[in-house]
């Protein structure tokens, strides 16, 4: 079974880095089973896939092309997790942020953390 | 990359069944078959109830059944029950090697 566990503050400030960490029990992030993915959920923009990273024999990285000038996904292999970094935040940002594994060869995000409200609000 | 078409919004009756939709391009939905659908009740974490276009996780009811012709792929709920009224997201992988979804369809059990 494998868990996911969301960590990080609910409040950015505008044009501030929005930061989220992601940690992995139950599985690697340099594993081979999957890709390890963030997505976001707010009321006026509905679910959007962010952008993922995953190993093969080195870390590949695929990004939304309406976030791709400003997000990076960061793999932390001592610690088995993996980090999001939105720059430049605007209140357009504010969502339900969500980190998911997703199995290779598939569509099936089988597993997703619980989910962190980030308010980005002076 | 734009995001996959639904209705905004559909409805039925109890008992009745009911047909999604989700129209992409031959750079998504029309070039493979991962397409998946997810059910989303008010702050609640989405739940995956199709995915491989036609392939239900365990645990999701038999009334869920998925399809896919050309670039468009579809959702149907049989049985409608008040419990099924939520908000549905398609999502297709593309030929840029990300996801998109679709805007959401809104499903009210009359």
């Known amino acids: 079974q494998v868990y996911l566990r969301q960590s990080g503050p609910g409040l950015v400030k505008p044009s501030q880095t929005l930061s989220l960490t992601c940690a992995i029990s139950g599985d690697s992030v340099s594993g081979n089973t999957g890709a390890w993915n963030w997505l976001r959920q707010s009321p006026s923009r509905g679910l959007e896939w962010l952008g993922k990273t995953y190993y093969t024999s080195f870390w590949s990285y695929d990004y939304a092309f309406f976030v791709k000038s400003r997000i990076t996904v960061i793999p932390d292999t001592s610690k088995n997790q993996f980090s999001l970094q939105l720059k430049s935040a605007t209140p357009d940002d504010t969502a339900v942020y969500f980190c998911?594994?997703?199995?290779?060869?598939?569509?099936?995000?089988?597993?997703w953390g619980q989910g962190t409200l980030v308010t980005v609000s002076s | 990359q734009s995001a996959l078409t639904q209705p905004s919004s559909v409805s039925g009756s109890p008992g009745r069944s009911i047909t999604i939709s989700c129209t992409g391009t031959s750079g998504d939905i029309g070039v493979h078959e991962f397409v998946s659908w997810y059910q989303v009740h008010p702050d609640k974490t989405p739940q995956l109830i199709l995915y491989d276009v036609a392939n239900r996780p365990s645990g999701v009811s038999y009334r869920f059944s998925g399809s896919k012709s050309g670039n468009t792929a579809s959702l149907t709920i049989s049985d409608l029950r008040a419990e099924d009224e939520a908000d549905y997201y398609c999502n297709s992988y593309t030929t840029s090697s990300t996801w998109v979804f679709g805007g959401g369809t809104r499903l009210t059990v009359l």
């Open positions: 998911a594994r997703q199995i290779h060869g598939s569509s099936l995000f089988d597993s």
